[in-house]
Each structure stands twice: as C-alpha cells, then as structure tokens.
C-alpha cells in the first residue's frame, strides 16, 4: 500500500476489473482463504469447542489447531500493551494470522482521526505480530458521515506504509466513486459487513477481501448455532469463489451473534469452500505428544 499516493482526485475513476489488474500482478494464485471467527476468549465455546476445563491462557493455542486467522475485537476498546501482543504471537501456530480493530478513539471520538501519533503507535504495536499482522481495521458509526472523506483520507496516507488497512462504514452514502477511488489508490479494502447496521455494497478495492458476519445483537449465549444459516453462507462461499482469482487473500470472520456459535459457523464456510475444516479440538481426537501442529494446516 502507498502511503504516499497522492491526491486520488487527480486519477479518473477506475472500474473494480481494471483496478484489481493493477493491485494484483497477472499470474498470481488465486486467494488464500483466511477464515476464523472475531475474538476467541468465550467461556461459553469451552465444551463445543474447547475441552471442558480449558484454561482461558490456552484458549488461543486451542484456536489455532482449527482456525488459521482471528480477528481482535479487544483492540477496539483500547490499545494493547507490548507483553500482550508478543504473547499472543507465541501462543499462536507459524502462519497464523491476526486481524485487528483500530481503537474507537480514532473511529468513533470527536478529532479520532487528527490523533496520527497514536494511530501509527498502534500500528508500530501490532508490528510486534511479524508475519503474523494481518489487515488493521477501522470500524465506523453510523453518524460519521462522508463529509469526512478528506479527513479520512489523510488520515490513512499518514499511516505507516508496510501494514495493511480496511474500512468499515456504516453510513450508506459512503459507497461512491469517489470514495472508492480513494481507497483503491491507497490499497485498503472495503469491509463487507453482514449486520443490520450494514450497507449492501461489497466492492472489492484492493488485492485482499475483508468480510465480516456480524448478525442479531440479541444473542447473549453462544454455545451452539440457534439461528439456521446455512443457505446464506453457501451464497457466501459462491461470491468468494467468483472473486478468488482476482485476489491475494480473502479474509472473513464471525461474529457469535451471526448464528449462535462463531466456530460453527466458519467452519461452515469452509467445508462449503471445499477447505479443511478440523474437528474443534473437544470433538477431536487426543494428540498428545504430537509436536507440529502444522499437521491440522494441511
């Protein structure tokens, strides 16, 4: 992603075909399909979907056997400290990747997105990941509106280049050309939010997908799937695959409140993506003294 990509009013607006030509070198691979769920500390998936008795402090290596990506929801409420993000970097299985919310100072708090200083030291944060950083998001309410656009924009220039972002919106005139102008030149994806507060839009604007299933906020117990799904997440996995040979990556995640039960549901998707999709590890066969967990990966 450039951070430096100039005013992107100075391009003519480009169509999703030949955008995704220029962010995506010919001959590439078709996606990697990067699906998990938001968040992993539930008491209640202990059972389902931890054994029984699972301490919290394993919950994230149990995760891991199953799922190859996580997004951090408890980055929204406040940037994590140092100790926190390189433990979860060795708690977690080589390739795995985190996903991660911007802090609601900067998406939802009057001058979020004058506060540079702090935004790039959360991103220089979620740095200590390594490999393991995947797309940084900013989620934003209803009440902001595209007359931020230009703030917006420069605030995404002034970020550090080497991560990469997505964008949230929850107003519907955010979906222009011009605003999709601006985040194609700038490499960061439109999220595709499932949830009522959602627009319907699901452009694609850079050469990853970002998807989020948010659902009924009404649920508050999640130890098993209480709302049926299923023919929607098969239309899901049929967008992806006519999408997947444009993209370097596609990135979706569940929320409990989609249908009951985050696990259940991704894997869900991917067994209709045709992907693995590993036994939780309560369901699953014991493997002690196995030392490569790269095994369930395969």
Request: glycine share 12%; aromatic share 12%.
């Amino acid at each position: 992603m450039s951070a430096e990509g100039g005013d992107w009013r100075d391009e003519p607006f480009q169509d999703e075909e030949e955008a995704l030509r220029r962010l995506r070198p010919g001959g590439a691979r078709g996606a990697r399909l990067l699906i998990g769920t938001s968040g992993w500390s539930y008491k209640d998936w202990e059972g389902p979907f931890y054994p029984p008795g699972t301490p919290a402090a394993d919950y994230l290596a149990h995760y891991g056997r199953v799922f190859r990506t996580v997004e951090v929801d408890a980055t929204f409420y406040a940037a994590p400290r140092a100790a926190v993000v390189e433990n979860w970097a060795l708690r977690s299985p080589p390739g795995f990747v985190f996903s991660a919310k911007f802090p609601r100072e900067f998406s939802h708090e009057a001058g979020g997105l004058e506060r540079l200083e702090g935004a790039r030291a959360f991103v220089e944060r979620m740095g200590l990941l390594g490999e393991k950083r995947g797309p940084l998001v900013l989620q934003f309410p209803p009440h902001f509106e595209p007359g931020r656009l230009p703030a917006l924009a420069g605030f995404l220039a002034a970020l550090p280049g080497e991560a990469r972002y997505a964008v949230e919106f929850r107003h519907p005139g955010w979906h222009s050309e011009e605003v999709l102008a601006m985040l194609r030149a700038r490499g960061v994806a439109w999220v595709a939010g499932v949830g009522p507060l959602n627009p319907p839009q699901r452009p694609l604007t850079a050469d990853f997908a970002y998807l989020r299933w948010i659902g009924d906020r009404g649920l508050n117990v999640f130890d098993r799937v209480r709302i049926e799904r299923g023919e929607e997440i098969r239309r899901w996995a049929e967008w992806i695959e006519s999408v997947r040979e444009r993209l370097r990556e596609v990135y979706g995640y569940f929320n409990n409140h989609y249908a009951g039960h985050g696990p259940a549901s991704a894997r869900e998707l991917l067994q209709a993506l045709g992907e693995p999709a590993p036994a939780p590890p309560a369901a699953a066969p014991s493997d002690k003294g196995k030392s490569d967990q790269g095994e369930l990966f395969s």
